[in-house]
């Protein structure tokens, strides 16, 4: 009873937020957030929240959702691709049933052409997440997997999606990592994401680079500029309803911009989990919710 009076506390506080942090409850919610977007020259990655589940049907039914998300895109003509986790298509059940699961959602996307990104998660998922993406992509072109800047292990794996010619988005990291796995000091995980983000600039497969943080943003657009790197081929990724001022500037300037719409019923442990993971997240958001 006291664990139910304290969600639906966080519920009624975090509300307002929600409101513009996560896009709604339903697919069609996102596709009207997608739209939204749209009209600045904004793209989108859509996300179906969810995340861990330890039930086989579960995991169907996220499967089942994302394929009728994939449908809606495609009639709605929306300018959207899909992101999705790995746990949430089964990874704490199996590998093969979450490989198998997060194949038939590449092979859909695939059919009506569309683009579908890996999201990383904590670091135990880590190498079991590049393994199923690795897999899948010698079969399908048509998918991308994200890299945390945070982890120590990233340079290396940079190396080979850039060999892999693989579509790799560029984050910091919001999960908190012991320190034999993970930079501890945000100058640290700042340094690693500027050298992962020039080597991806120079040599990457249309990347993202996902980030908030406008002096790493003015680093890229001066280095993409000075190295002869082509606004077209690669883009800045952001949170839906975070620095909406500086996505629609950007695009304005005529770069490539996706926003991160996460939508679902899921939305507040994704919510909480996004403030308490670090410290600085928690800072973050209040800082620039109201830009």
């Given at each position: 009873?006291?664990?139910?009076?304290?969600?639906?506390?966080?519920?009624?506080?975090?509300?307002p937020?929600?409101k513009?942090?996560?896009a709604g409850?339903d697919?069609t919610?996102?596709?009207?957030?997608?739209?939204?977007?749209?009209?600045?020259?904004?793209?989108?990655?859509i996300?179906?929240l969810?995340?861990?589940?330890?039930?086989?049907?579960?995991?169907?039914?996220?499967v089942?959702?994302y394929?009728?998300?994939?449908?809606?895109?495609?009639t709605?003509?929306?300018?959207?691709?899909?992101?999705?986790?790995?746990?949430?298509?089964?990874?704490d059940i199996s590998?093969?049933l979450?490989?198998?699961?997060?194949g038939?959602?590449?092979?859909k996307?695939?059919?009506?052409?569309?683009?579908?990104?890996?999201d990383?998660?904590?670091?135990?998922?880590?190498?079991k997440?590049i393994?199923?993406?690795?897999?899948?992509r010698?079969?399908?072109e048509?998918?991308?997997?994200?890299v945390q800047s945070?982890?120590k292990?990233?340079?290396?794996?940079?190396?080979?999606?850039?060999?892999?010619?693989?579509?790799?988005?560029?984050?910091?990291?919001?999960?908190?990592?012991?320190?034999?796995?993970?930079?501890?000091?945000k100058?640290?995980?700042?340094?690693?994401y500027?050298?992962?983000?020039?080597q991806?600039?120079?040599?990457g497969?249309?990347?993202?680079?996902?980030?908030?943080?406008?002096?790493?943003?003015?680093?890229?657009?001066e280095?993409?500029?000075s190295?002869?790197?082509?606004?077209?081929s690669?883009?800045?990724e952001m949170?839906?309803?975070?620095?909406?001022?500086l996505?629609k500037?950007?695009?304005?300037?005529?770069?490539r911009?996706?926003?991160y719409?996460p939508?679902?019923?899921?939305?507040?442990?994704?919510t909480l989990?996004?403030?308490?993971?670090?410290k600085?997240?928690?800072y973050f958001?209040?800082?620039?919710?109201?830009?």
């Amino acid at each position: 009873m006291h664990e139910e009076a304290t969600v639906s506390g966080a519920s009624v506080l975090l509300a307002p937020l929600a409101k513009r942090y996560i896009a709604g409850t339903d697919r069609t919610a996102a596709i009207s957030a997608a739209k939204l977007l749209n009209e600045f020259k904004i793209s989108t990655a859509i996300d179906n929240l969810g995340e861990n589940v330890k039930d086989a049907a579960e995991a169907e039914t996220s499967v089942s959702e994302y394929l009728e998300l994939l449908s809606l895109i495609k009639t709605s003509g929306v300018d959207a691709n899909i992101s999705l986790k790995l746990t949430h298509m089964g990874l704490d059940i199996s590998e093969e049933l979450a490989r198998k699961n997060a194949g038939r959602i590449i092979e859909k996307a695939r059919e009506l052409g569309n683009f579908v990104r890996f999201d990383m998660e904590g670091s135990a998922y880590t190498q079991k997440t590049i393994d199923a993406y690795l897999i899948l992509r010698g079969i399908y072109e048509n998918a991308g997997i994200a890299v945390q800047s945070a982890l120590k292990r990233s340079a290396r794996d940079i190396d080979r999606f850039i060999h892999e010619k693989a579509s790799v988005r560029l984050v910091k990291g919001a999960y908190k990592e012991g320190a034999d796995v993970a930079f501890q000091d945000k100058k640290d995980v700042d340094i690693s994401y500027e050298a992962l983000m020039k080597q991806l600039l120079l040599k990457g497969h249309m990347p993202a680079i996902a980030t908030h943080d406008e002096r790493l943003i003015n680093i890229a657009k001066e280095f993409a500029e000075s190295a002869g790197v082509d606004k077209g081929s690669f883009e800045f990724e952001m949170l839906l309803g975070i620095k909406r001022n500086l996505q629609k500037q950007l695009a304005e300037e005529g770069y490539r911009v996706r926003v991160y719409c996460p939508y679902g019923v899921n939305w507040l442990p994704y919510t909480l989990r996004r403030l308490t993971e670090r410290k600085e997240n928690f800072y973050f958001v209040l800082k620039n919710i109201f830009d």
